[in-house]
């Protein structure tokens, strides 16, 4: 290939040639390859900036046949030095005064690679690279076109300059991203061992009690029940646990929300009677549907509606209602007359582990609204101590050609 490819537009072509690159390691191959395509003969060793050790290392090369030196040249030595400070292309044999400048060190490493010229990378007066052409037999060519040859270093330079920082940039984000995961992971775990240590306690104690003392039927069958209450207890732990860290992709289908909260209700209600607790359906609009995972959406709508009845500690009313909101939405809400949640609680009612009941778990509120959320719905608690809760969900409408003719 002729010199004469290094026209004044090349660097054009060079920036588009290296431009489509967004990886360090497969910029840095690419830089090499067009500058060997445009110097051929010409072997290429990448020296980049390692801001660890403070040196430019060389990281990658074309054409070479032996290894260069792993420490590479100082940052604040005398050839990066004057390579940042010129920022052009230093051709060693024609600069004897440069060469004399160097050190011992850097002369014997630029001998031992057979470099022959180095082309700094500068960008915005800091040297980010450079490289070095070794065994080339075209230091006419490399003279004759050095403007475009710096051109084309200098569009290098950016594009490197900026790659790399945005590598960099996602590193650190990765690695406070999985900070951030152990620290939660450290939290659940001592959560999850302070839920089950406390009733395993209890299940050895009773088991203990009852192998040690002699007891009646009557008595036998009181520590067992007790026994099977805690081992539900831990199992009732686990299992929202795993439902809140591994959930399953939703089973799509057209959901009737009224439908679905009159029978929730209905099954709630029984449950409230035993607590002293009136279960009520209030307003409710016929014949909305969403798209969504009915069997998700039921177990929701029930966690919340326990919640509901626990809160009112022993009597109370607790009234459960879906309507269409302005919004193309549905709108389902729980109204409790319970105690209220003070406003420093309301604050982590979503934090896996938080409860303030007695056996709770605290991981029934982060699963309902992490499976509103796969939904594509919204989950908000409104609360104040003394005069009850309000939980809303609102849940994409699904709008049918039925509803459509009704209005």
């Given at each position: 290939m002729s010199s004469t490819v290094l026209k004044t537009e090349d660097s054009e072509s060079f920036a588009a040639e290296i431009g489509e690159f967004s990886e360090p390691s497969r910029l840095r191959a690419a830089i090499l390859g067009a500058f060997q395509r445009r110097l051929p003969a010409a072997s290429c060793v990448f020296f980049?900036?390692?801001?660890?050790?403070?040196?430019?290392?060389?990281?990658?090369?074309?054409?070479?046949?032996?290894?260069p030196s792993p420490?590479?040249?100082?940052?604040?030595?005398?050839?990066?030095?004057?390579l940042r400070v010129n920022d052009e292309l230093l051709v060693v044999p024609d600069r004897r005064n440069v060469w004399d400048y160097?050190?011992?060190?850097?002369?014997?490493?630029?001998?031992?690679?057979?470099?022959?010229a180095c082309l700094p990378l500068v960008a915005d007066a800091e040297l980010v690279a450079f490289i070095a052409f070794c065994d080339t037999d075209r230091r006419p060519a490399l003279?004759?076109?050095r403007i475009h040859i710096e051109r084309c270093a200098r569009r290098?330079?950016?594009?490197?300059?900026?790659?790399?920082?945005?590598?960099?940039?996602?590193?650190?984000?990765?690695?406070?991203?999985?900070?951030?995961?152990?620290?939660?992971?450290?939290?659940?775990?001592?959560?999850?061992?302070?839920?089950v240590r406390n009733p395993l306690a209890a299940v050895r104690s009773l088991v203990q009690y009852a192998r040690e003392m002699a007891q009646s039927?009557?008595?036998?069958?009181?520590i067992l029940g007790d026994v099977l209450q805690e081992v539900d207890r831990i199992d009732r732990t686990l299992t929202n646990l795993l439902q809140l860290s591994q959930?399953?992709?939703?089973?799509?289908?057209?959901?009737?929300?009224?439908?679905?909260?009159?029978?929730?209700?209905?099954?709630?209600?029984?449950?409230?009677?035993?607590l002293r607790v009136s279960v009520q359906l209030g307003e409710t609009t016929p014949r909305l549907t969403v798209l969504g995972d009915e069997r998700e959406l039921r177990q929701v709508v029930t966690n919340l509606l326990l919640n509901a009845c626990q809160a009112c500690v022993g009597s109370g009313d607790v009234t459960a209602s879906v309507t269409r909101d302005g919004a193309p939405e549905v709108d389902i809400r729980i109204v409790d007359s319970g105690q209220g949640i003070t406003a420093s609680d309301l604050d982590r009612v979503f934090e896996p582990f938080f409860t303030t009941r007695p056996g709770g778990t605290g991981l029934g509120l982060p699963f309902c609204r992490d499976a509103i959320e796969r939904l594509g719905g919204r989950m908000a608690i409104q609360s104040s101590p003394g005069l009850g809760t309000t939980v809303q969900v609102r849940l994409p409408l699904l709008v049918t050609n039925a509803d459509d003719s009704s209005r």
């Open positions: 980049e900036l390692d801001d660890w050790t403070g040196r430019l290392l060389p990281a990658f090369d074309v054409g070479l046949d032996r290894r420490l590479g040249f100082l940052r604040a030595g005398a050839l990066a030095r004057w160097l050190g011992v060190d850097e002369q014997g490493e630029l001998m031992a690679l057979g470099a022959r003279g004759e076109h290098a330079a950016v594009r490197w300059r900026d790659v790399v920082r945005l590598a960099r940039e996602r590193t650190r984000d990765e690695r406070l991203r999985r900070s951030q995961q152990l620290g939660v992971a450290g939290q659940m775990a001592a959560s999850v061992a302070h839920e039927t009557a008595e036998r069958d009181e959930p399953t992709s939703p089973d799509w289908s057209v959901v009737h929300v009224t439908t679905l909260l009159e029978s929730v209700t209905r099954f709630v209600r029984a449950y409230g009677s035993r």
